[in-house]
Structures are given as structure tokens and as C-alpha cells.
């Protein structure tokens, strides 16, 4: 067999491209993040990131300084003479990446010759006001004069240049870039079609309707006309087209006109994760701390065993039927019934960790926190107290070294005191589902999903639920924890999504040891069927929703759970071992070909 050449780094320039370059959006962020060291060890300093400027997050993840690259220079002072506010410098993640800062708000006194040109050239209309749209057309409209300039260095200079566009926010300078003929060699990734997403989440049926949507009637339908329509333009303009994962490739066929050349599947820096076999220990540590959280929030109005036990949760934005939180709950609803109806002693506590708009955290659950924290406090006063005096007793004992009565070492003050502040704490009231106080209570859906289906912490139910809005961080006073550390004190990460083109949550679970649902219609789960050990074995649970009904894929759901909650603990440690095994095959560094792959794709169209 012919061995496949690699790419000589040396003779090429590297710029890539996206809207989350050092600012923190969503998923891209954590690819370009991830990416990084790989990226930077395979390119050396023939590799940089371009991205705009977003003050807040530069002035904490990004080291401004000058660069020593002869062809980025050349091409920032040409830039920069004519008017271009470019920063560049270090994002101070892995691998510290040379990244360029485009400040495109400066460039808004051009917008109207950018749109008039793109209309003129590109026939698309942005006569409709888009703040983001503002954004995104003057940073493409900066990337693509830069991109002009370096291409013309990097070629007296001998280098083949190359540039990776993530997304149409990032994309925009594509377009122009192929009329004027820069000899730049593209490639465009799409993460998710923008329509796609809208379609999705408004039409149950959407990928069986799919094939017979008009791309340009449902745009004009969402009121995204020129987005989709730039998306577009990016999608047909760059030499190399990619995306994701089979799944979403489905979908840029009939939505965006044209099949990738090639699927580049999202990877992680393991090495950010690895334990060194201390998974057990650490979900074991963390474990305690989360349970600090649920004596506070259901200790009051009544308990059950810890020791028997077990913690749920999935993660993510609030889409209520793309995330999969309307089958999950459907699937809760049937496990409290089928634990109920065997008399099972296992309690699930399942966690909805989501942002949604909010006023304050729920005061109940803030008191029920601190009251809890108060009686930890005398307990500590009480052991000292009984500590001291039992010391000196034994000390001072002659004969008799039984142990006497614990209970008149304790003052009257102490007892007093730890008696008032537990029945100050005691309720007859129901824990609540929801920690904080929802803006809309009354129209939220996972809420009203609970209110119909009764699955309201009542004390016989086997599951209960814990509805978090909002993200949880070191800082939060109700968990005081990181938010890495939760998902290692958790048992099982629920991503059942219904459109999903890749999803990262899954993979961060394993990569932490902790066992991850997902889906067949996610990009991640249609993937690991190229991954021989995705197995439960190894902590990967695959609902299938792909040509199913909702009823059948719950009743899939509900299955996989009542066989995760029979499994031993011993079983449970060894599959956390086996989870970071797993999670092995989506290391960057085993990734990183794919992407190699569509580069050297782009230079054979090259002249």
C-alpha cells in the first residue's frame, strides 16, 4: 500500500480562521481551544489564529506583543498603515498559538460600501438590521484585506499560503476573496447549518422532511434570508468544503447545495483531562462535595441513603427538543415509575444544568444551604468540645477505661443550639425543582413538563430533580464547586440529542471517567461507528432516534437506564477506567489527520 505523503509545514502559512477564536461562544471554542497544541507543535510558527476583538475576553486570555514571522509582519504593516487595528500576540491557552485580534467595531463606518459591494457582487441583501451581521460583515471585510496582503508575502517569500474558515461568521471574506482571484487556497467548515437548526427545532419530522425542504422558502420563513444565503456563498466559494460528521453532511447537501469533500470530527486534549488512574478517587472526592448540595436541598423536608444513590445530569444550551431534554424527561418520568413500581431502595437525583434568563437564585434553596452549613458548624463546635474534655478525662483516669457518656460532655449551649437550628431547618414543604427564580416560570418547558407529569420531588418518588438555569463554577454559592468537578462527582452524562452535528458533552464525560448517553443523530454518536471499543463496556450508552418514533426511542432510553442503575459498584469503577480508554480515540493528536487531509486537498487545486 502507498504510504500517504505528509504535508511539508515548512513551505506552507497557515491562518484558521473563527468567530471564537479567544472569545468563548460555544462549541467552536472548544475545538480551535483543543486544537491548539496540536495545531502548534505540526505548523511551528508557520501556523496562526485570526479572530475579532472582544476586549472582555482579550484583556484575560490574550498576551498582546509583537510577532517575529517576516510574512505576518510584512502583511500587518501594510494593514496597519491603512488604518486596520489589528492586535497581535498570544492566546494563553495550550500551546500559546500566534493569534491576530481583528478590532472590526472600528470598521463600521465602512458598512455601507461593504453591503452595497456585497449586493452589487454577491447579490445578497443585508438591508434588514443584524447588529451581529454588522460584526460579522466588517471582521470578514478586514480578513479578507489581510488575507490579500499575506497572500502576496507569503508568495514573495516562497510559502504556499492556506486559510481554514470556521462557520459563515467567520467565513465572510470568502466570497471576495475568490472574485478578486487571491491565489489563497480555502477551506470552509460548517459546524451546523444555520437553518438547519431553526428547522429543527420547530419541526419534529425534520429530517424526514429534509430531502423535500425549499432552503430558500424556509430561510425566508425564519427571517435569515442573508444569512443563509451567505452561508451559502462561503459554502460554494471555498476550494475544500467540510463539515463535521455524516450527519450534518446530510444536511449541507440539501440545505447549502453542495456535499463536503471531507468530514473533520471534533477532537479533545485528553492530556488536559488525564488523572493518572485517580478517576475513582476524584469521583469519590467530588462525589461528597455534591452531596453536601443535596442534604442541603432535600434533607429538610425529608432523606434517603446516599449509599444508594445515584447522580445524573446533562449540560448544555436551553434547545428543549434538540438537546433531547423532552425525551430525557419522558424517560425520567418512566424510570420513577418502573423503581416505584418494584419497590426499588435506589434513589436517581437527575440534574438539567442549563442557562436560562433568571432573577436570583431561589432564596429557599439559598437558607436551606446556609442552615445546613450552620449545622456543620455546630457539629464541628460539639466535636471539640467532646474531644477536648474526653481527652483530659482519659488523661486523668485511674482505674476504670471504659468509655463514659459522651452526651454530659456536651454543654447545655451547644445542645440548645444544635437542636433550634435543625427544627429551624426542618420542613413539611417539597424540595423544589428549580434553584432559582425563572423569569418565565409559568411558560417554561422543562417545568411544565414536571407539573403534568407530577414528577415533583415528592418523597416517594425514586426520582427527583434538580433544575440548575445556570452555570455552575467554584464561585456558585449553592454548589461551590468547578464545574469539571461536578461532572467527575456524577454517575452518568444524558445526551440524548435529536439534532446535534457533532456535541463535545458526551466526550468530556468519558474523558473524565463518567459514563455518556447519546445519540444516533448526533455527529458524535453516527461516528462511533468507526470506533471499535464504543461499547457500554466502556461507558457509551446509544439511544437510537433515527427513524423512530419519540415513544419508541424513550422507551429506549428508559431501558438503558435501568441497566446503568444494576450495575455494580465494582463494575461502575472498572467502567470508569474503560471510559478514559475510550475517550483515547478522540484525542487530537489521532484526529489531526482528517484535517491534514483537507489541506493538502486545498493545494492540489492550487494554479
Known amino acids: 500500500m502507498e504510504k500517504t505523503a505528509v504535508l511539508d ?9 473563527a468567530w471564537e477564536v479567544c472569545n468563548q461562544v460555544g462549541g467552536i471554542y472548544t475545538v480551535i481551544r483543543s486544537k491548539a497544541p496540536v495545531m502548534v507543535k505540526k505548523w511551528g510558527d508557520n501556523y496562526f489564529l485570526i479572530g475579532p476583538y472582544i476586549a472582555k475576553e482579550a484583556s ?24 486596520l487595528d489589528i492586535k497581535s500576540g498570544h492566546w494563553l491557552v495550550s500551546g500559546r498559538p500566534q493569534t491576530l485580534l481583528f478590532n472590526h467595531k472600528a470598521m463600521f463606518h465602512e458598512l455601507g460600501n461593504i453591503k452595497y459591494y456585497y449586493w452589487q457582487h454577491h447579490a445578497i441583501d443585508f438591508k434588514k438590521h443584524d447588529p451581529l451581521m454588522d460584526e460579522v460583515l466588517a471582521f470578514g471585510y478586514m480578513v479578507h484585506i489581510f488575507l490579500s496582503e499575506l497572500t502576496r508575502a507569503a508568495l514573495n517569500h516562497k510559502l504556499k499560503p492556506l486559510a481554514h474558515f470556521h462557520e459563515w461568521m467567520a467565513g465572510s471574506a470568502i466570497p471576495d476573496l475568490r472574485r478578486d482571484q487571491v491565489p489563497l487556497q480555502t477551506v470552509f467548515t460548517t459546524h451546523a447549518t444555520l437553518l438547519g437548526r431553526y428547522l429543527a427545532m420547530n419541526d419534529p419530522q425534520f429530517y424526514d422532511h429534509l430531502p423535500f425542504l425549499d432552503w430558500n422558502k424556509e430561510a425566508n420563513h425564519f427571517n435569515i434570508e442573508a444569512n443563509v444565503k451567505l452561508e451559502r456563498a462561503c459554502v460554494h466559494g471555498a476550494h475544500v468544503f467540510t463539515t463535521v460528521s455524516e450527519v450534518t453532511g446530510k444536511e449541507c447537501f440539501h440545505l447549502l447545495g453542495r456535499n463536503p469533500d471531507l468530514i473533520l470530527p471534533n477532537g479533545l486534549n485528553i492530556e488536559r483531562f488525564s488523572v493518572l488512574h485517580e478517576v475513582q478517587n476524584l469521583h469519590h472526592e467530588y462525589k461528597q462535595q455534591l452531596e453536601q ?10 432523606s434517603f441513603d446516599l449509599n444508594k444513590t445515584m447522580y445524573f445530569f446533562t449540560s448544555g444550551r436551553f434547545e428543549f427538543s434538540n438537546k433531547g431534554y423532552d425525551l430525557t424527561l419522558e424517560a425520567l418520568a418512566r424510570l420513577n415509575h418502573r423503581l416505584n413500581k418494584a419497590n426499588s431502595p435506589l434513589t436517581v437525583v437527575m440534574f438539567f444544568i442549563t442557562k436560562q434568563p433568571v432573577h436570583s437564585i431561589n432564596p429557599e434553596v439559598l437558607n436551606a444551604r446556609a442552615m445546613l452549613d450552620k449545622i456543620n458548624n455546630n457539629c464541628d463546635a460539639i466535636v471539640d468540645q467532646i474531644k477536648n474534655k474526653l481527652y483530659r478525662q482519659a488523661a486523668a483516669s485511674k482505674g476504670d477505661h ?47 413538563f414536571l407539573r403534568k407529569s407530577n414528577l415533583v420531588n415528592k418523597k416517594e418518588d425514586n426520582v427527583k430533580i434538580v433544575y440548575h438555569p445556570d452555570f455552575i463554577s467554584s464561585t456558585n454559592p449553592l454548589f461551590g464547586m468547578e464545574y469539571d468537578d461536578f461532572v467527575r462527582a456524577c454517575h452518568l452524562g444524558i445526551f440524548p440529542s435529536y439534532y446535534e452535528p457533532w456535541g463535545y458533552t458526551p466526550i468530556e464525560c468519558l474523558a473524565r471517567g463518567v459514563a455518556a448517553v447519546t445519540s444516533d443523530l448526533s455527529g458524535f454518536g453516527d461516528y462511533l461507528k468507526n470506533v471499535p471499543i464504543a461499547d457500554e463496556a466502556h461507558g457509551l450508552y446509544l439511544v437510537k432516534r433515527a427513524e423512530r418514533s419519540f415513544d419508541e426511542a424513550a422507551e429506549d432510553l428508559t431501558d438503558l437506564m435501568w441497566r446503568f442503575i444494576q450495575i455494580s459498584g465494582r463494575d461502575r469503577i472498572d467502567m470508569r477506567n474503560k471510559s478514559e480508554d475510550l475517550s483515547e480515540a478522540f484525542d487530537w493528536k489521532n484526529l489531526y489527520s482528517a484535517y491534514e487531509k483537507s489541506y493538502k486537498m486545498a493545494l492540489k487545486t492550487l494554479f
Not at 72 to 78: C, I, P, R
Open 9 to 17: 509545514t515548512h513551505n506552507h502559512i497557515l491562518t484558521e480562521v
Open 60 to 83: 484575560t486570555d490574550f498576551e498582546e506583543s509583537d510577532l517575529d514571522h517576516p510574512v505576518v509582519n510584512e502583511a500587518l504593516k501594510v494593514c496597519r498603515d491603512n488604518g
Open 293 to 302: 448540595f443535596i442534604m442541603g436541598h432535600f434533607f429538610k423536608s425529608y
Open 402 to 448: 471504659k468509655l463514659p457518656n459522651l452526651n454530659v460532655m456536651v454543654d447545655d449551649y451547644w445542645r440548645l443550639r444544635h437542636r433550634r437550628t435543625i427544627q429551624s431547618w426542618k420542613s413539611d414543604e417539597l424540595p423544589p425543582v428549580v434553584t432559582h427564580n425563572l423569569v418565565d416560570d409559568a411558560n417554561d418547558q422543562i417545568l411544565n
